[in-house]
Every structure is written in structure tokens, then in C-alpha cells.
């Protein structure tokens, strides 16, 4: 029989450090939670116990202290995000059923110590779970410890031997003579492990090394033993565990019990574990009924049945992920809660034996069928990333009409947040039901299929209760909508902008593949430049692109300081080399080399074979639902981190052309947006004064700062009067500041101090806007969309004061993503209304491209202009800026 005993505050510990940067959508670290429970799940699977304990340390002094005020003085403070989870860590260990015991005035070594010396025996043996090596004095015949900071090592009585050179019983000599920093435990000075170990060959213990030093050979060792008896006395005092502790045990309550499932699983929606989510969940009976339908009679009573329906949620099964080149293998429908119909088609490719007399539904004939229902806009449609679907049914030809509500926006909008809105963690999070994985069906990886292969009965049942589950979360999420305010944003602005951005990825855009292919040489040529430079200054050849050679180089053979390290050796990010540039002419070298590396690779040489084949253009998608501030982001390819600010990045730009050589391309990208919104929102009299009158923003700014005329103004004091515009949009820190003009700390508060002087409306706003963060827990922008920002409260503060950044933000660049969006909106109402043939082809943060007919053109650019500043009220004039060109460079000049 088999006892584990686990010091939780070394495990807890180890899983704080193991785990980096993990938290909940709320912001809350959970990074130590998660790697308990692994560890104590990976303990409770691998070493199969019968008892199983966990003992805490209690806040306050222990009877140590009493001896000895200095014990454990030098041990930092716990981490404030490993405190605020360790009554979490206690309340996962209560629902595992793993009893816990404290007792005040005493460590949780003591009581493993008393637990081990009552328990220990023939019948039972005790594994102590534990990275303090002063556990070690308790192995014996049935007790081993269990390391906590090596995986797989176990000491029993001879690895204690080998690993100190001294058996268990003499483990706290060794550490009485050697001291443990840790502990602050002083041992006698000057004495270290090798030191003590000599001795102690040379004596039976500590009592005959201390009471007959003459015999000590080195009269150094002895003179210290002299004068340091007492320490080593008092160090055996500190270092000797109690086994005495008076705590109430019974072996039985320490059995393997079946964990607390509900109370588990409850915890981990709160922490948002997805996996043990899914793990835990009981697989709840939604008493659903799902049809197959298979053959033409019953499609045609489908038919029936869906023109007869206001509303219907419903979702194509495809053979892949991208909708511009994927092809649908059937369909599902719910039209009434518990009920769904999946109309498979006949696969045209069949793998499997008979295959291809499972459906006898003609793919192209059924979606001919459904054509009328699909483009009848009073039938209402419901999806889960419906623009997924749109975009399927536009390249079949059918206009998809009367979209009224996406549950993964509806998911989003209420909790911008969160990490993940697909289906599965919505289902679990409205319905407490563990969907049907599409990795059952498919597998993963490399060795994945598609549907098309997967038993027809099978993808019946996984597109049934997607169609169902979506139907049941709509009603709930369409409530919550209305409850939060939070309706109008969703069914005026996100819903009807989910056509416009299918569209949009439909259209795509054209690539020069020829300017790629110059350019992809000439970067070449200048990274084989740059190669040779660093080698030159490394003095040898090296792999640039292997961060630990990069390491060797830079800080063992080229001496410069270590800023950062990671658990697998030196850092080498760009954070770290921006702070060397000063240190050594290699780093901007290494920089530059990167840039161009990435750009090459991420773009100028991937663009050209992401070129759909059928289209000839590239087809980016547009997401709603990632960014927490309400932004649209891009993906597959991102095409809004293409960068601008240097020379080689806006070159790019020219690859970006119209797909007809007649047509054009027009920019129109917004003037200082951000800025313009935090003037209005503040009503700061003179930011808004300077935008009325049509200022030089940052000249303007400049000259406040610095009290000089706006003609006196330097191209430094205006650079830096814009990087403080820019920063106190974004919460900037004096630290921060001090950074980016490389100016000290001092300088940079002062820098902040004149400006708030100076726009006192904008300082009073920033903090009107922390305070009612404080009391409401979260922020919103001019369409009243939310962010909630839990951590603003937080007694840490670092997280307190990034909390206070991502409030003083989200109001003004969430606002600008309601203003272009409403912009794209009202455009495109326009475009449609004169049936333009041109088409908005990009969206990249405060800009919009079009792909222009040249007779369109002067037409298009007015009603952009007049859409796009017009698209607010605000309290200052919204400028916009448009530019036309045979490419998107051009645009701009």
C-alpha cells in the first residue's frame, strides 16, 4: 500500500514557475491552478496511491521564528498571482476529495513529519511529494521522497547516499554545518557542502565535531567550529523536523476518493481549462431527434418543411477549412429546438466500398433546390460563423439573404475576452454540453481526413447537433444581448457587416507576382549582405536564426548583459536586442536582418502561393470575433501586419495591384483617428480647439509642451510630442516613454506633467475613466460595446496598472472600430444602391482599399470621403485621406 504526502507550497510552486502567462478571459492568472492539477492528475495516473494527503504552510510565524527571529528572512514575499490562486488551488484539492492539513505555528514539513513517523511501516509505504532537500532526513525503509524538481527521481536511503555522500539519519548534520540559504538556516560561515561532507568522514556527528574540535586537522575548519558552535547548535535547532505535530489522523480518510465531478467542473469553467472542461462535463441528453436524409422523397419533404419556417439555424459540411476553395458534402437544418435534418450529398469521390449509393442527392441539383430559400430574405438564417457559409453558397452561386444572428459574434460581443468562440466551448459554456468533437471524426494532424470519408451516419449526427446546438444557444445569447444593451450593436452594425466582409474575402485581392520575385532577390542579396557583416563582428560563423548560437555570441563570446531569461536558456527576442543596440553595432545589424527575414518569408516569398488558382487573386479572411477592443483582424494571410514604418515594408505595398490592368486602387484611410476620438470623448477645450482650426496635432502639442510658437517648433520636439500623443492613448508609463525618446525617467515624468497641464480635460478624463472601470468592471466605446477588465482592481500592480492602460484604451481605439465599421457599412450601401462594379477589397486597421473601375472613380471617391467622415457626429471634424495609384503604394503618394 502506497501513501503520497504533498507539499503543496512546494508544488504549487513548482507549477507557478513551470507555467507562464496563463489567465482567464477576465485577466485572472490561473497559470499556477493548471500545472497543480497536472501534476497532482499526472501522480494520482502514474503512481496509483491508495492514501493520498496534502499539507499547506499557514500564514504567521512558526515556533522557528520564535527560535530564531531571522528564519527564512531573506525569502521573498509569494508572488501576488500565485496568492490570488491558492485559495483557488485549496478549493480544486477539497472537490479531488484530498484531505488537507495545516496547523498553525508549524511548517508543512512537520506535518509529513508527524504523518511519515505515525504511518510509515511494513504495511504502508509513504512517498513524500516535496523540492525541500531537508525532507531527505526522513527516508528510510518505507519512506522515499519524491522530487519535485526532477521528474522520475526518487531517493530512497542509498540515491540520499549518492546524491550528499551521507545517509538520511545524518542529512540534518550536513545541513546544520552547511547552513541552507533558503531557510536563512546560517550553518557555521565559510563552510559549504564539500567542507561539511570532509568533516563528517571524519566524525561519528555533529555533537563530536562540535565538542572535540582539537581533533578537526585544519586549523582554519577549527577556529570556525570554535566560534560558531552555537550557530551549528541552533542551525540543527531550525533544521530538524518536528514529528510531533498534534493533528488529528486516520489513515482511512486519506483513501483515493472519486473527485467532487460537478464541483471540478465548475471550477474549471470559472478558470476556463477547456480540456478538463470537456473531460468533466456529464454528457447531458439535449433529447434531440436528428433525421438523416438521404434519398430525393425526403429531401423534398425538407424542402417543405424549411419554406414553411421563419427562422433556421444551419451549417455545411465542407471537405476543408477554406471556404473559397472547399466543397460542400451535405447540409444541416434545425428549424425547432431538439430537431435537426442533415441532407447528405452524393459523394462524388467515393473511398469507402458502396459509398457511392449512401445519398443519391445531387449536390448541384439539391443546392438549386434550396436556392429560393436561401435568397428569401423573411426567412430568417442562423449560423455559427455564418460568413463561413455565405461565402460557401456565393461560390455556388446563391446570394445568401436574411442572416439575423451568428452565435460566435454574439459569443464574442458578450465577452470580448475570451479566448475561443467556436461551438464546442459555447455549448459547454450555455449548455453545459459536451459537443460531439470533429477530431472524433476526422482525426488530427497529418494523418487527418476529411468528411467526405467519414462514415455518412456519423457526420449525420455531428451536423445535426451543430444545426441544434446553435439553434438552442441563439435563444439564450439573443436574450443576454438584450439584458447587457448590447442588441443594437449586434443586429445594426456586426450582423449586417458579416455580408460586407464575405464579400470582401470573396473579392480578394491581385498580387504582382513579378515584383515579388525582384524583390524576393534583392532582399537576398541584402541578407547575404548582413550575414557577412555579423560574421565579420562575431568574429565566426554562426546560425543567426538559432536563438541559443545567437545567445553564445552575444553574451559568452561578445560579453554584453543578460536582460531576460526563459526556461530554456538566454533571451534573444526583439525586446531584449532594442535594449543592446547602445552595447554593441552587431544588434542593429541582427535587427535588420530579422526584419527582412521575416518579411521574406511571411510575405514576399509565401504571397505568390497563396494565389487562389481559380480566382488568381488571394483571398485573406476577415475576423470579428479575436480582437478584445472590437478591431477586425486578419488571418491566412494577415495582411494588416504588413509592416509600414519601415522603407522595405511600405515598398511591399506596390506587390498590391488591381486585378484588371484598366482598373485602379483607392485608399482612404482615416487622419489621426484615435486622437480626434480621445478629443471628443474628453472635450479637452484645447485638443479640440487645435483639430477645429485645423492644427498640426503634434505641432501643436509640441509648443504647448515646451511653451514655444508652433513655428519654433523643432522636428525633435514634434517627434517627441508625438510619441506622447500616440503613448497616452495607449495608458504610457513614465518607463515607457523614457524608452521610446531615450530620455531618463525623470525627464519622461515631466515630459507627462507638462502635457496634462497643458490638456488638463484629457487628464481628468483618463481618470474618470479608471474610476468608473473600478466601480463597473468594464469600459465601453461610443456604440456602448464592452470590455470587462476584472484586473483593474488587483492588488498587484503591475496587472492593477496594466488594467488602467487597457481601460484608458479600449474607449478610443474600440470606438474607432465601431466608426469603420459603420463607414464600411454605409458605403457599401451605396455601392449597391448605384451598382458599382467596384469593391472594397481591404480593410487594415483606419484604412479602407478599393479596387476602382477608372469611370467609377471620382464618383466612388466622394461617396467614400462623404461616407467616412460623415459616419459620427464627434466634437471635432473627421478627416480622411485618399489617394488613387496602379498600386497601393501609390495610393498613398
Known amino acids: 500500500m502506497k501513501l503520497f504526502l504533498i507539499d503543496g507550497n512546494s508544488f504549487c510552486y513548482r507549477a507557478f514557475y513551470a507555467i507562464k502567462e496563463l489567465a482567464n478571459s477576465k485577466g485572472e492568472p490561473t497559470n499556477a491552478v493548471f500545472g497543480f492539477i497536472s501534476m497532482l492528475r499526472k501522480i494520482i495516473k502514474d503512481e496509483k496511491p491508495d492514501y493520498l494527503a496534502i499539507t499547506f504552510d499557514l500564514k504567521g510565524p512558526t515556533f522557528r521564528h520564535k527560535k530564531y527571529e531571522e528564519y527564512k528572512i531573506h525569502r521573498k514575499p509569494m508572488p501576488d498571482p500565485l496568492v490570488s490562486q491558492m485559495p483557488v488551488i485549496k478549493e480544486v484539492v477539497r472537490a479531488y476529495n484530498v484531505p488537507i492539513f495545516e496547523k498553525e505555528g508549524f511548517e508543512a514539513d512537520d506535518v509529513i ?25 526522513l527516508v528510510g525503509p518505507h519512506v522515499k521522497v519524491y522530487s519535485t524538481h526532477k521528474e522520475g527521481l526518487i531517493y530512497d536511503a542509498e540515491k540520499v547516499k549518492e546524491r550528499y555522500g551521507v545517509g538520511p539519519e545524518r542529512i540534518v548534520d550536513l545541513l546544520s554545518l552547511m547552513g541552507d540559504a533558503t531557510d536563512n538556516i546560517t550553518g557555521i560561515p565559510g563552510f559549504g557542502e564539500k567542507t561539511a561532507l570532509s568533516l563528517m568522514k571524519e566524525f561519528e556527528n555533529l555533537d563530536e565535531i562540535l565538542t572535540k574540535p582539537e581533533k578537526i586537522k585544519s586549523e582554519v575548519r577549527r577556529r570556525l567550529v570554535v566560534e560558531h558552535a552555537d550557530k551549528a547548535r541552533l542551525s540543527k535547532e531550525l533544521a530538524t523536523l518536528d514529528d510531533k505535530v498534534p493533528v488529528d489522523i486516520e489513515l482511512e480518510d486519506m483513501r483515493i476518493k472519486e473527485p467532487d465531478a460537478l464541483k471540478l467542473l465548475e471550477i474549471f469553467k470559472r478558470l476556463e481549462f477547456r480540456n478538463l472542461i470537456q473531460e468533466y462535463a456529464p454528457k447531458t441528453d439535449l433529447k434531440s431527434k436528428y433525421y438523416l436524409v438521404k434519398d430525393k422523397k425526403n429531401f423534398a419533404d425538407l424542402l417543405k418543411k424549411l419554406e414553411k419556417s421563419e427562422l433556421f439555424a444551419f451549417d455545411f459540411e465542407t471537405t476543408g477549412t477554406d471556404p473559397m476553395t472547399a466543397r460542400p458534402i451535405g447540409i444541416s437544418f434545425s428549424f425547432k429546438k431538439g430537431e435537426a435534418y442533415y441532407a447528405a450529398f452524393k459523394n462524388e469521390t467515393p473511398k469507402l466500398i458502396n459509398d457511392s449509393s449512401v445519398s443519391d442527392i445531387d449536390r448541384g441539383a439539391a443546392l438549386e433546390a434550396l436556392r429560393p430559400i436561401f435568397e428569401n430574405g423573411k426567412i430568417k438564417k442562423v449560423g455559427q460563423n455564418i460568413k463561413y457559409e455565405y461565402v460557401i453558397l456565393r461560390n455556388c452561386g446563391i446570394n445568401l439573404r436574411g442572416i439575423c444572428f451568428d452565435t460566435m459574434i454574439a459569443s464574442y460581443l458578450l465577452n470580448p475576452s475570451k479566448l475561443n468562440h467556436n461551438l464546442d466551448d459555447i455549448a459547454m459554456e450555455y449548455l453545459s454540453y459536451k459537443a460531439i468533437p470533429i477530431e472524433s471524426l476526422i482525426g488530427k494532424g497529418k494523418s487527418a481526413i476529411t468528411l467526405e470519408d467519414v462514415d455518412i451516419e456519423k457526420v449525420s449526427e455531428y451536423s445535426s447537433e451543430d444545426a441544434d446546438v446553435t439553434f438552442r444557444v441563439m435563444m439564450i445569447l439573443e436574450k ?12 445594426e452594425v456586426e450582423m449586417p457587416l458579416v455580408a460586407v466582409l464575405a464579400e470582401m474575402e470573396i473579392a480578394g485581392v491581385a ?41 553564445s555570441i552575444l553574451f559568452e563570446k561578445l560579453k554584453l548583459p543578460v536582460i531576460k531569461r526563459t526556461k530554456t536558456g538566454i533571451s534573444t527576442d526583439e525586446s531584449v536586442l532594442k535594449k543592446l543596440v547602445p552595447n554593441h553595432a552587431i544588434i542593429a545589424l541582427i535587427l535588420e536582418y530579422r526584419t527582412l527575414s521575416k518579411l521574406k518569408s511571411t510575405y514576399i516569398d509565401s504571397l505568390p502561393e497563396l494565389i487562389n488558382k481559380k480566382t488568381g487573386k488571394v483571398h485573406t479572411s476577415f475576423n470579428q470575433t479575436v480582437t478584445a477592443t472590437g478591431r ?33 486602387l483607392i485608399s482612404a484611410d482615416y487622419s489621426q483617428i484615435e486622437l480626434r476620438i480621445l478629443a471628443h470623448l474628453s472635450g479637452d477645450k484645447d485638443l479640440v480647439s487645435a483639430f477645429k482650426k485645423n492644427h498640426d496635432i503634434h505641432t501643436y502639442t509640441a509648443s504647448l509642451v515646451f511653451g514655444v510658437k508652433e513655428k519654433d517648433v523643432t522636428k525633435k520636439m514634434r517627434s517627441q510630442a508625438k510619441t506622447v500623443n500616440f503613448g497616452i492613448v495607449y495608458g504610457m508609463s513614465p518607463y515607457g516613454l523614457s524608452r521610446d525618446l531615450g530620455i531618463g525617467v525623470a525627464d519622461a515624468e515631466k515630459f507627462i506633467e507638462n502635457y496634462f497641464e497643458r490638456y488638463s480635460g484629457v487628464k481628468a478624463y483618463l481618470q474618470d475613466t479608471i474610476e468608473t ?26 496587472i492593477r496598472q496594466f488594467a488602467e492602460r487597457v481601460a484608458i484604451n479600449t474607449p478610443i481605439q474600440g470606438s474607432a472600430a465601431d466608426l469603420i465599421k459603420v463607414a464600411m457599412l454605409n458605403i457599401w450601401k451605396e455601392f449597391e444602391k448605384r451598382r458599382f462594379k467596384s469593391k472594397m477589397v481591404l480593410q487594415v486597421h483606419d484604412e479602407l482599399v478599393f479596387e476602382a473601375r477608372k469611370e467609377e472613380a471620382g464618383e466612388l471617391k466622394e461617396i467614400i470621403k462623404k461616407e467616412m467622415e460623415g459616419v459620427f457626429k464627434l466634437e471635432v471634424p473627421i478627416i480622411v485621406r485618399i489617394g488613387e495609384g496602379r498600386n497601393w503604394l501609390e495610393t498613398e503618394k
Open 632 to 664: 477586425l483582424s486578419s488571418s491566412d494571410p494577415n495582411l494588416q501586419n504588413i509592416p509600414i514604418k519601415t522603407e522595405i515594408g511600405r515598398e511591399m505595398r506596390r506587390a498590391f495591384i488591381p486585378f484588371d490592368k484598366d482598373d485602379i
Open 511 to 551: 498580387i504582382d507576382t513579378k515584383f515579388l520575385l525582384d524583390m524576393s532577390v534583392k532582399v537576398e542579396r541584402s541578407l547575404g549582405g548582413l550575414t557577412k557583416e555579423i560574421y565579420a563582428m562575431a568574429g565566426e560563423e554562426f546560425n543567426i536564426n538559432s536563438h541559443q548560437q545567437l545567445a
Open 480 to 491: 443576454q444581448l438584450k439584458e447587457k444593451g448590447l442588441d443594437n450593436l449586434f443586429n
Open 113 to 137: 513529519a508527524t504523518l511519515t513517523r505515525k504511518l510509515a511501516g511494513k504495511s504502508l509505504d509513504v512517498y513524500i511529494v516535496t523540492g525541500d532537500k531537508d525532507a531527505l532526513q
Open 773 to 798: 472601470a473600478r466601480k463597473a468592471g468594464y469600459v465601453t466605446t461610443i456604440l456602448n460595446r464592452r470590455r470587462y477588465i476584472p484586473d483593474i482592481n488587483s492588488q498587484n500592480m503591475n
